[in-house]
């Protein structure tokens, strides 16, 4: 069974549903065969304007996703890991943590909504997937 990290970008095309994208987030996250892991960095990037500005749907959904995904815990390792995957790549800061705590959380895919042409393709601890191209191959 994939175990696969969302970003937030895939996260919020699922809930908001405003783009051609939503359908291929959506189906990534009903498809039985898939679990997921998430970390703090993931949590941080997504619940707190949905629940400062009070966007109760929204922090449900997001709960709901933190709630079934395996929780990775932050260590010296990741850190050390991001480190090296944004020095090496040119990642932007979030980015690397979050290819960090995917590939330190066991992930065989990281799923982003940005395009391939994004810094995050550059990553090199795992395999980075975008939903704008066809799945199961590897982009960038």
């Known amino acids: 069974m994939p175990l696969t990290f969302l970003d937030a970008g895939v ?4 809930f908001r549903g405003r783009s051609p994208l939503a359908t291929r987030a959506l189906s990534v996250l009903d498809d039985p065969s898939r679990s997921f892991v ?3 960095f993931l949590e941080l990037e ?3 304007k949905a629940v400062h500005f009070g966007f109760k749907d929204e922090e449900a959904f997001l709960r709901r996703y933190f709630a ?4 990775v815990e932050v260590t010296a390792e990741m850190l050390v890991l991001a480190q090296k995957q ?4 040119g990642l932007g800061a979030m980015d690397a943590l979050h290819v960090a705590a995917a590939a330190t959380g066991g992930a065989t895919d990281l799923i982003t909504a940005e395009k391939p042409t ?3 393709f550059r990553a090199t601890a795992v ?6 191209s066809p799945f199961g191959m590897q982009s960038g």
């Open 38 to 40: 998430s970390s703090v």
């Open 86 to 89: 944004a020095c090496d790549g």
């Open 46 to 48: 997504t619940l707190p």
């Open 127 to 132: 395999r980075v997937i975008s939903l704008h």
């Open 68 to 71: 079934t995904a395996r929780r």
């Open 118 to 120: 994004g810094s995050i």
């Open 11 to 14: 996260l919020f095309e699922a």
